[in-house]
């Protein structure tokens, strides 16, 4: 995570967000969650634990806070590994990935207003071509992750992609450009 030189973007439009990428075990797991069917925003969608980022709060600090709320895992600024790229969704968000270290074997509370479902998915599970989508709405290709049995959608596939080219594989590679399939985009 160190030698990737990440790319922020400068969207004052877009409201400031923080996901979490939380390693856990040895460091060949990760956390997702499914989102509670009763939430507002993107009910029942596969994410990575996180939220908007609080006024005077920096994106490191945000994730952490909301891995906190959401799956009662609270780490030290410590645990902080690194940064990805920033993805800007259309629901209108600016998404700061931040790569955390939980250990071995942390234990997790879910939050039941939050979180319908906890997986500590094996990394080899998102070492996968993901697929590419076209649709009408837009110019870029709509970008797929076959895991857990199914397609996991942008945001959360676009940055467990470039997790996987920048951790698995050493590649530098961008996917701000990627899009999200359409029922995201509220």
């Known amino acids: ?69 959401e799956l009662g895992l609270a780490l030290d600024a410590d645990a902080e590994l690194g940064a990805l790229d920033d993805y800007a969704t259309r629901s209108g968000y600016l998404i700061t990935p931040v790569v955390l270290w939980a250990g071995d074997e942390p234990p997790l509370r879910p939050n039941p207003g939050e979180v319908s479902e906890v997986h500590r998915v094996p990394l080899d599970v998102i070492d996968v071509d993901p697929r590419f989508v076209a649709i009408p709405e837009s110019d870029a290709p709509v970008i797929q992750l076959p895991i857990l049995g199914r397609y996991v959608h942008a ?32």
Request: proline share 9%.
């Open 1 to 69: 995570m160190r030698r990737f030189p990440r790319r922020p973007l400068d969207r004052p439009d877009l409201k400031p967000a923080a996901v979490g990428i939380t390693l856990v075990g040895d460091g060949s797991a990760f956390l997702l969650t499914r989102r509670a069917p009763t939430l507002r925003g993107h009910a029942g969608q596969w994410a990575l634990p996180g939220g908007r980022t609080d006024p005077g709060e920096s994106a490191a600090a945000a994730a952490r806070r909301e891995l906190a709320e």
């Open 155 to 186: 945001p959360t596939a676009a940055v467990l992609h470039q997790f996987r080219e920048v951790v698995l594989h050493g590649r530098d590679t961008r996917v701000a450009h990627l899009e999200q399939p359409v029922f995201a985009w509220r």
